[in-house]
């Protein structure tokens, strides 16, 4: 079961409001959940009286989400669409909504629970499963294709940028060992992958631990986060629709975002950078430094120790 991470935090930034006032008279207002996932947010703001507009790439989210708020969809108070936020101009447009007024815009990167204890998914290293990882299942291409196809330079790139992991060169040279090995029997599942990155580890005496009971990362943590970000182009997406939901937003409206890792923080922090000092100055920044979660959030939810919130709002 996902638990949405900074929950409160995060709609209170978001302002909730049913209307706005345009021009002397109020006007409805929506807002935006470009990460529905399991629609914890979603249903926050929703609790709130809010009109809620939400997207998710992924199916399964997508499906479940229609099944358990059946009732706020029929209402008319929850949009629910499956597509990518990289793409949310045309979903925006496709609505016939005019006028559209969008008071506020919510991005919690990444990936849900659900999506990560899938069995069959791929994404989690601790179950034995294809090597998938597509948060789309529409997308073309998977891990196993990138790992079975990718030149060496590539791969060992793809690990350092998207994941940190500090024998990148090391593992990507094990891999392509592994295809020229054992051709089409690679990288069949997960385990592979595991027992590949575990091995490169011990040899370079990487005191790391295999467990997940443990506070310490699992040795293939890195290896796993930068695939699954490579398949999804997960930096892509972001840089392509932070302007296009600034954009949406009608004055005053604000634009929360909550990253999990460096390189999605850094796009965001880019992005809000050149919106701050455009000129003319387009939009304030509202949290100087990133906002994190409170103690108990981080005691209760693991998954919530490297969330950062940024919120710029809109002039
Ligand atoms: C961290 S979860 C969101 C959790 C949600 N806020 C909640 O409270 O349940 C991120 C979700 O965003 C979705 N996602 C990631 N990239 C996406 C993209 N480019 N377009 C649409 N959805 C995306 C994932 O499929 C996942 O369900």
Known sequence: MHKTVMLTTAVDYLNPRPTIVIDGSPAPVWYLDATFGAGGHTRELLSRGCSVIALDFDEEAVNAGETNFAGEIKAG?????????????????????????????????????DQLMSRKRGFSFLHDAPLDMRLDQRLAVTARDLLMALPESHLARMMAEYGNESLSRAIARAIVQERLEHGQDSFRSSQQLVDLIVRIKDRAGFKQSRGHT???LHPATKVFQALRIAVNDEIGNIERSLPKAFTSLCPGGRLVTISFHEGEDR???????????????????LTKKPLTPDETELRQN???RSAKMRVVEKI
Do not use: C, M, Y
């Open 214 to 216: 443990s506070r310490r």
């Open 302 to 304: 693991h998954r919530s």
């Open 267 to 285: 796009v965001v922090k880019q992005f809000a950078r050149e919106i701050t000092r455009a000129k003319p100055v387009a939009a304030v920044l």
């Open 77 to 113: 108070k929850l949009i629910l669409s499956r597509a990518n936020f990289a793409k949310l101009d045309e979903v925006l447009s496709s609505l016939e909504i005019s006028p559209l007024f969008i008071a506020g815009a919510l991005f919690d990167f990444g990936t849900n629970t």
